[in-house]
């Protein structure tokens, strides 16, 4: 989704500014732009470019101005309103040529806005509908940057986050976020603002959090902050604990075969501080007493892509370890159902960016109606986390590969330390069966770990270079199987754009069989588990119409072998808990794909790794 950078300081900006884009360009993006003020000659150096950050470097060739400015704003755009085009790329900037701005999100009134605009005779120069903000703030200018956004905020609906700039004061911006995430880093004799903290991370870790609607206004030497009534308010700077070397490659060659390999860590993470060799388990954060956790009547689940893919492997082991209906659901359908969630239901909200916009409206609908609700997040300082009663934390750190892999496996621990506490509490679990199945989850990141140094990726390699020419996937699988199904076939899909199909293995024969002819490659989920033989006769089925089977199996298992063309091992796991291990051989059969066709996993065309837009 679209990035945001801007730059108050002593330093000429422009490279700040670029390297900011750079730092963003995981984020997804299809154009990109910058706006410097030259403070000499009291105007902008504006540069835009479609595609990608070397065609902006490459039109800054010959651009004036350039090397004097200290105060600047940029943008990589993921395109809403408006074609991916030159003129709809940002920043936009006023008519006389004063204001510019930046945005993230949508401005949902702007057709009215605009229309308005056009009647006092403004001049819309793209089809966007950031554009109408500095026309906005130029009408409203009279000498306060700040007094002119006071007035325009309460014009505007939807959901954003932009910062703007004046010709007449230079050495400061102006920005406000309402349900877009905005960050101010903090520097010495500079600021930085971004829409993530990555942008600035290298300059500084110093970091405040805006709330929703407060004006922030940054000077190379101060930040203040107003709420809607225009009084100062106070916002902590906090030091971000990240590690720098995360937002690099640290060896491998995409960031998405490193965060593949970073899951044992992850997963290690996740459960570290929550699991006590004691069979303790520590919802720490949760943010709801234990006395209405052990008594919900219901938990319903809501995300997105991946993240819903987390959300029903979890479903399996919440109902199975302790006993609550769960139901799950993406995000954009459930905000705009009728909710029928209550008081007496937990609602878990899953975002490893705990930003996307559906999954915040969907959580904002359930805490409406009275229901207790949860931010399983990556973020600690997400919107999703603020929005709920509590955060239950993974601890993945940075994923910037826009395909997630190690954020997923982290979700479904978490939802397993969870389904943990919600058995034990209500006495669905012995003591006993909490402390074997914990010992299990702790041994997990070992076995992933082992895998993953193991010849397993290779293995997995050389089987996936004999399917890298197909141009289908059909993935089966049964019970816990399915959403690894699901998943396994979105990560192909998004990285290496061949279609993919996945289905529960049973409802193959309602439909999905008619796909298959002589050679066409089904990928099977068959770990051990008291489905495995029912698998094995739906892989017998498609083998009777000439496709070839590529099985995903448990380790040692002898049989698969006589059923199967071809075979990805995972590691041994008890059935419930194999999606976490079944999706690693899928993570790396899907970038083997991609990489054979010579694509670009890290940045997939067309997706943005944060959807903070409906
Ligand atoms: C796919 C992928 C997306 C995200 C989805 C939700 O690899 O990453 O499908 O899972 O956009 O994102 P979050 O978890 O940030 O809400």
Known sequence: MCGIIGYVGDRPCYELIVRGLERLEYRGYDSAGFALLDADNDRYALVRAVGKLEDLRAATVGADGLEGPTTGIGHTRWATHGKVTLPNAHPHVSNDGRVAVVMNGIIENYVELRRRLQDEGVVFASETDTEVLPHLLARHYEGDIVAAVQAVLPQLSGHYAFVASHTSEPGRLVAVRHECPLVVGVGVNEMFLASAIPAFLGETREVIYPENDEIVVVDRDAVHIYDGFGTEVTRPTRTWEGSEEAAEKGGYDTFMLKEIHEQPAALWDTIGSRLGADGSISLDGIGIDDHVLARVDAVHIVACGTSYHAGLAGRYLIEDWARIPVSVEVASEYRYRTCLAGPGDLVIGITQSGETADTLAA???????????????????????????????????????????????????????????????RWSLTEAGVRDLSEELRRLPDAIEQYLLSSAPADVAAVAAKYVDKGFFLYLGRHVGVPVCFEGALKLKEISYVPTEAYPAGEMKHGPIALLDEGSPVVVVAPDGHVFDKVISNIQEVRARGARVIAVATEGNEEIALHADDVLWAPRTPALLSPITTIVPLQLFAYEIAKGKGLNVDKPRNLAKTVTVE
């Open 363 to 425: 959580m904002r609908v359930a805490r409406e109606r009275g229901a207790h609700v949860v931010a399983l997040t990556n973020q600690t300082d997400s919107q999703a986390a603020r929005d709920a009663n509590g955060v239950l934390l993974t601890r993945a750190g940075l994923e910037i590969g826009v395909a997630a892999t190690k954020t997923h496996t982290a979700q479904i621990m978490a939802l397993a330390v969870l389904a943990l506490k919600l058995g034990r509490m």
